[in-house]
């Protein structure tokens, strides 16, 4: 789910939660958790982001694309101790729709470079390309 405020939301599904914002330059933080309910890591980033608001009233649809470095952060799962646990840059192209404050966000293209993940992709508009 996503609930919007000013230039930000919080987000949340059913293993994390976090907090974005931002126009211009923009920031992130996300907590995730294990399917157990264990803490796992979490996410800060930032970067640039620009939005096209087509704002209706009540009901608007926006199209935002972001490019942000990212670090995750969490535990050692051998002996429990802190540590980077990646890092690298993600970029997004979404279209959200909203009523009022409650938002639905459809993700059109998420890629992600990182040091230990490598590339990763997603998205709706993903498998119409090859990028493996």
Do not use: H, M, Q
């Not at 009233?57 to 694309?65: D, H, P, Q, R, S």
């Not at 050692?76 to 690298?88: I, P, Y």
Request: charged share 20%; proline share 1%; glycine share 18%.
């Amino acid at each position: 789910g996503k609930i919007a405020f000013i230039t930000g939301a919080i987000t949340w599904t059913c293993n994390s939660w976090g907090i974005e914002g931002g126009e211009g330059i923009v920031g992130e933080a996300e907590v995730i958790y294990n399917d157990d309910g264990s803490f796992k890591e979490f996410i800060l980033g930032g970067g640039l982001g620009e939005s096209l608001n087509l704002d209706g009233g009540i009901v608007g649809v926006e199209l935002g694309a972001s490019i942000k470095e990212f670090i995750k952060i969490g535990t050692n799962n051998a002996t429990g101790k802190w540590e980077v646990k990646d890092f690298g840059l993600k970029t997004e192209l979404a279209l959200e729709g909203n009523i009022g404050n409650v938002a639905r966000e459809i993700k059109l293209v998420e890629l992600s470079v990182s040091a230990n993940a490598g590339l990763e992709t997603g998205g709706l508009v993903v498998p119409l390309f090859d990028f493996n």
